[in-house]
């Protein structure tokens, strides 16, 4: 078949649907999965590529590297490119190392710099920090706090490893190139979010922006408490014919995961700057 015709349905509360043309990203993807929805996630499983409600499903053996692909649209605009951040994490198990509780792990994967944006550095890397410096970075206004400063295995500092992380991508919504780590509000006084935000496990922080001292009347307990194997993985994406399908992997070693999805340049509607909501899934599923 040369082409697949799928109405692209924005989200579940949709009524009505974009007839769009399946992009050759989504071609992996067999037509038995039926249309294709901003927002999907399969995964590659014992029987190819498949819908799934719970881990177990796919994995056989732990630990276990397990291949997703995630469905982005354009949400009836015209074919738009950006960043979208996976973030993942489980349940603390009483094995668990240090390094599992207290570090996060930042992985970029097929990185290449966008023309007339400032280098990307290498296209695959992977390091860690801290769970306290990814969440100072992140969750609050920048400044060298004492997590920040402390140096990596990699001889540099905590703050210069998660910068190095980050990199400049060509925005269209903002018609400039802006780095992911980008801490200007979207529209300040009344929307204080920002690209920044969208990297932190705080759902209060992705849903409204970093803490600031007008917010800050109590300190908020750590998103990490309780919760070990945090990874961040970014990936780029373009869409074509109004969708994307970008496959990522993720090594589990357990059934009991959470899995938040940001994508850096979906909104509401292309006339509301209000970032879309985080896609989160837990399994099992309501834990």
């Not at 990203?25 to 799934?52: E, H, I, N, V």
């Not at 009836?76 to 996060?104: H, I």
């Amino acid at each position: 078949m040369l082409a697949r015709i799928f109405p692209l349905l924005m989200f579940a509360s949709v009524a009505s649907a974009d007839i769009s043309f399946a992009s050759d990203s989504c071609r992996f993807l067999p037509d038995s999965l039926g249309p294709l929805q901003d927002g999907q996630l399969f995964a590659s499983g014992k029987s190819g590529w498949q819908t799934f409600d719970t881990l177990s499903e796919l994995v056989a053996r732990s630990p276990q590297e397990v291949e997703f692909a995630y469905v982005i649209g354009a949400n009836g605009a015209s074919d738009r490119a950006g960043v979208f951040v996976v973030k993942t994490n489980r349940p603390v198990a009483s094995t668990d190392t240090e390094q599992l509780r207290n570090r996060v792990k930042l992985v970029r994967r097929d990185i290449v710099s966008d023309p007339g944006c400032a280098a990307a550095g290498l296209p695959n890397s992977e390091t860690s920090i801290s769970t306290q410096s990814f969440r100072d970075y992140h969750d609050f206004p920048p400044r060298a706090t004492a997590a920040l400063r402390q140096t990596t295995e990699g001889g540099v500092t905590e703050f210069d490893a998660v910068r190095a992380f980050h990199f400049e991508y060509r925005s269209a919504r903002k018609r400039k190139c802006v780095r992911t780590d980008n801490d200007e509000y979207d529209d300040f006084p009344t929307n204080t979010n920002s690209n920044r935000a969208q990297f932190s496990f705080d759902k209060t922080v992705v849903a409204g922006g970093a803490y600031t001292v007008f917010r800050l009347f109590w300190v908020p307990a750590s998103p990490f408490d309780g919760t070990a194997e945090h990874r961040v993985l970014v990936r780029k994406y373009a869409t074509q014919g109004g969708l994307a399908c970008v496959r990522f992997s993720v090594p589990l070693r357990s059934t009991d995961y959470s899995f938040r999805i940001n994508d850096l340049e979906a909104r509401v509607s292309e006339s509301s700057n209000r970032r879309k909501d985080e896609l989160a899934r837990t399994w099992p599923p309501g834990r």
